[in-house]
């Protein structure tokens, strides 16, 4: 992923004062942005369940 050098250079702060990786800082505030979206109704939410097995021999 592309990002401008001020913006990385800013990310990278941010991850280190939260003791994170970039990486995981970037997976963080993604969730955090999207469980917002979702608890504001801006994209439904999906039931998380597995999917369940269908027995073919009935």
Do not use: C, F, W
């Amino acid at each position: 992923m592309y990002l401008p050098e001020e913006l990385k250079a800013d990310l990278e702060r941010l991850a280190k004062s939260h003791y994170r990786p970039v990486s995981n800082m970037v997976l963080t505030l993604i969730q955090e942005a999207v469980d917002e979206a979702k608890s504001e109704g801006r994209i439904p939410s999906e039931d998380r369940s597995p999917p369940q097995k269908i027995d073919s021999d009935e």
